[in-house]
């Protein structure tokens, strides 16, 4: 029978909030590290793929980014890329080390924005055996263009440029509303936070820290580490075509699996074509 705990692990100053899922079976098992997007927490809908994949057989540890959550960290709500990249990394540290995980099969699941950070992290560290990238960022530059029209792009830099000097200047970080009322991350975001813990705000800066982040730069480094890529075809919040560009650049072994409907519908209504997905990917590259 799969237990879970709550969890706190040590990485690089701060103490990451988090769910350790331990199969039922004795012996070592491969390790499965998820986390989630832009300014999501475990809460809002992990527990739905972790769960799933230690019934399976593996050790799952879901965390907290920090800045978020139950997870400790300032700026509250910054969403800093590279170094929620090197915190996966340290995750990956702490759950090696942990008696009933098998050191040389740990698996990466990431979505959205840590969709990026598993194609980083599976490139850069060669402990990591196994890759599912979900709707993942891939361009942090185009993503920002994307979502700040040209027209407002000039007003909008003068504004971190001022939350810069502001900040050096003692003021509290600017922030601004994560999901914009009527949007589709609000609709995303009211389904899946059931018991209401979601902070929906980040820092102005998270937008600028978004703007140096290219996931992409770091496809051709991924193989010979197996790499799923699971896109939806309607996807505008991370533009599936440039998914599907990066894609292209991946070396072998790679699989895309293309599910049909917006970015948030493979937690929602397409939760169990992607989680199965995710799961025959696992047990494919890391049993």
């Known amino acids: 029978m799969t237990t879970r705990s709550d969890i706190v692990v040590e990485a690089n100053g701060e103490r990451l909030a988090g769910w350790l899922y331990q199969p039922g079976e004795d012996g070592t098992h491969p390790l499965i590290v998820m986390s989630h997007g832009f300014s999501a927490i475990m ?3 992990l527990d739905d793929y972790a769960a799933c994949f230690a019934d399976a057989g593996f050790a799952v540890l879901v965390y907290d980014h920090r ?10 709500h910054e969403t800093d890329p590279w170094q929620q990249v090197e915190d996966m990394r340290a995750v990956i540290s702490y759950g090696r080390n942990l008696a009933f995980v098998d050191p040389e099969r740990i698996g990466l699941w990431g979505t959205s924005y840590s969709g990026g950070h598993v194609l980083t992290v599976g490139a850069l560290d060669s402990r990591v055996k196994c890759v599912v990238s979900q709707v993942p960022l891939v361009s942090g530059q185009r993503t920002f263009e994307a979502w700040v029209p040209e027209k407002s792009r000039p007003r909008f830099l003068e504004r971190l440029a001022a939350d810069r000097d502001g900040r050096a200047g003692g003021q509290p970080p600017g922030v601004t509303p994560a999901a914009i009322p009527g949007s589709e991350t609000a609709e995303w975001a009211e ?8 902070g929906n705000e980040i820092t102005i800066r998270s937008l600028d820290l978004l703007r140096g982040y290219e996931p992409i730069s770091f496809m051709t480094r991924i193989a010979p580490t197996p790499l799923l890529m699971i896109v939806a075809d309607q996807d505008t ?31 929602t209504l397409l939760l169990e074509e992607s989680r199965q997905a995710a799961l ?6 890391l049993k």
Do not use: C, I
Not at 68 to 75: K, L
Not at 191 to 198: Q, S
Not at 244 to 251: H, K, P, R, T
């Open 67 to 76: 800045n978020y959550g139950a997870s400790s960290g300032w700026p509250r």
């Open 280 to 285: 025959d990917w696992f047990q494919e590259h």
């Open 43 to 45: 809460a809002m809908g």
């Open 191 to 198: 389904a899946v936070d059931k018991d209401g813990t979601y």
């Open 237 to 267: 919040q991370t533009p599936v075509a440039w998914q599907g560009e990066a894609f292209e650049m991946a070396g072998h072994p790679k699989k895309l699996v293309t599910l049909s409907g917006r970015h948030y519908d493979p937690y």
